[in-house]
């Protein structure tokens, strides 16, 4: 099992960036598919992001491609969000997932119900 840690959320102007991290704890890191969710007041959890265990394939949601990079550091368990020309739009909750098994496809790369583990979130607001 691993612990999932997110943190870096907060408060931004939009056209501004932040970079969120996630932690984790327990289990060997660097054997885990990470993704980034994000969930808006009154609307579905949404995929943003996701990386594969060895950080060597990545996937997007088509609404922050070039604009956000997911990245990640198995040194230091960590999974990082880098988010660039922020929009009001891009405020959420945004969570971290990790995946036990290897992303046999985009769509499972995508979908929530294909992660095991998720931490608590980290909220970010982009104010016009």
């Known amino acids: 099992q691993v612990q999932l840690v997110e943190s870096g959320g907060g408060l931004v102007q939009a056209g501004g960036s932040l970079r969120l991290s996630c932690a984790a704890s327990?289990?060997?890191?660097?054997?885990?598919?990470m993704g980034w969710f994000r969930q808006a007041p009154g609307k579905e959890r949404a995929f943003v992001a996701a990386?594969?265990?060895?950080?060597?394939?990545?996937y997007y949601a088509d609404s922050v491609k070039g604009r956000f990079t997911i990245s990640r550091d198995n040194a230091k368990n960590t999974v990082y969000l880098q988010m660039n020309s922020l929009k009001p739009e891009d405020t959420a909750e945004y969570y971290c997932?990790?995946?036990?098994?290897?992303?046999?496809?985009?769509?499972?790369?995508?979908?929530?119900?294909?992660?095991?583990?998720w931490g608590q979130g980290t909220q970010v607001t982009v104010s016009s």
């Open positions: 990386i594969t265990s060895g950080g060597t394939a990545t």
């Open positions: 327990g289990r060997t890191f660097s054997s885990y598919n």
């Open positions: 997932a990790a995946r036990e098994r290897i992303f046999l496809s985009s769509t499972q790369a995508m979908g929530s119900w294909a992660y095991n583990y």
